[in-house]
C-alpha cells in the first residue's frame, strides 16, 4: 500500500501558489504529520490526498482504501448521516437484496460489507452517538456528534490510510481519549495516519516536513 504524489501544485483563484511541485512518497507503516501556519495549504493538501480536490497540477497515486476526516464539515449540513459516512450505497444494495433483486452490481458493492450495520452500531455505541437511523441529517448533530461521527467511519471503513485533519476539535475529554486510543495503534495493523497541526496539542512530534 502506498500513497505518492508527484509534482504537486495548487495555486488559489487569488493567484497565491501554496505548494508547488511537491513531491513525496508515504509507505504502509509511515505516521506523518504536517506543520505550518495557517493558509499554507495543509488542509487543501489533505483534501487533494484524498481524492476530494483536485490539484493545479500533478496527480496522486493511491494505493489502499483511505478514510478522510476533514477539519470543517459545512459541506455535509445537506446530506444525511449515511451519505456523510459514503455508505448510503451500500445500503441502498442491502435494501435492494432484501427485496428480491438479482443484479450483480448491488451484490459486488456488498461484497466484505454484508455486516455494514453492525459495525455501524458497533462504532457509532463505542463513540457515544445515539443513532438508529442512517437516513438522520448530518446537520441535526452537534459540532462533537459530527466529529464523533466522522471518527467512526474508521471502524466502520477499516481503512488503509487515515487522513485525520484536527480531529481533536469540538471532542471533550472522553472523545479525545478515544481519539488517542486510533493513533496509538497507528503501525500495529491499524490504519497509517496522516496528521496535521493538532499532533502539537496531543505531544506528538512525528513530522515529516513543513510547508
Known sequence: MSLIAEKLTYTTAAGSTLFDDLDF??????????????????????????????????????????WHVPQHFGQFDRLAVEKALEIN????????????????????????????????EQSWEKWGLMLNDPKRPFSSLSGGQKTRLLLSGTDIHQPDWLLLDEPSNHLDREGRSLLLEILNH??????????????????????????
Open 25 to 66: 512518497s508515504l509507505e504502509k507503516g509511515v505516521t506523518v504529520g504536517i506543520t505550518g501556519k495557517n493558509g499554507m495549504g495543509k488542509s487543501l493538501l489533505l483534501q487533494i490526498l484524498a481524492g476530494k480536490l483536485l490539484p493545479s497540477s500533478g496527480q496522486v497515486h493511491r494505493k489502499g482504501s483511505l
Open 89 to 120: 450505497g451500500i445500503l441502498k444494495s442491502l435494501e435492494a437484496i432484501a427485496h428480491g433483486s438479482m443484479d450483480p452490481r448491488h451484490y459486488n458493492r456488498c461484497e466484505g460489507n454484508w455486516d455494514i450495520l453492525e459495525r455501524c
Open 186 to 211: 497507528v503501525g500495529r495493523g491499524t490504519p497509517d495516519c496522516l496528521k496535521t497541526l493538532f499532533c502539537r496539542r496531543l505531544n506528538f512530534t512525528l513530522f515529516l516536513w513543513d510547508i
